[in-house]
């Protein structure tokens, strides 16, 4: 716990709560989310992903 009050981290909820929905869902929910997931970024989503790590190349060789 974060401190003695009872109030825990940002940190310490994600993995509690990651934790329980792991032990209540299986493999086929998460390629499931993973699956809707990927398609609500579509090809749009990917592009973008590629110029942002671009530009961020470009800033390292200008260092």
Same mark, same amino acid.
């Given at each position: 716990?974060?401190?003695?009050? #009872? ?6 909820? *994600?993995? +509690? @709560? !990651? &934790?329980? =929905? ?11 989310? #993973? ?6 970024? *579509?090809? +749009? @989503? !990917? &592009?973008? =992903? ?14």
């Amino acid at each position: 716990m974060a401190d003695s009050k #009872g109030k825990m981290s940002v940190s310490e909820a *994600g993995k +509690k @709560g !990651g &934790q329980a =929905t792991s032990s209540t869902h299986d493999r086929e929910f998460y390629q499931e989310i #993973g699956q809707k997931g990927g398609e609500a970024g *579509g090809q +749009k @989503g !990917g &592009q973008r =992903t590629r110029e942002l790590i671009n530009e961020g190349k470009k800033s390292e060789g200008n260092s």
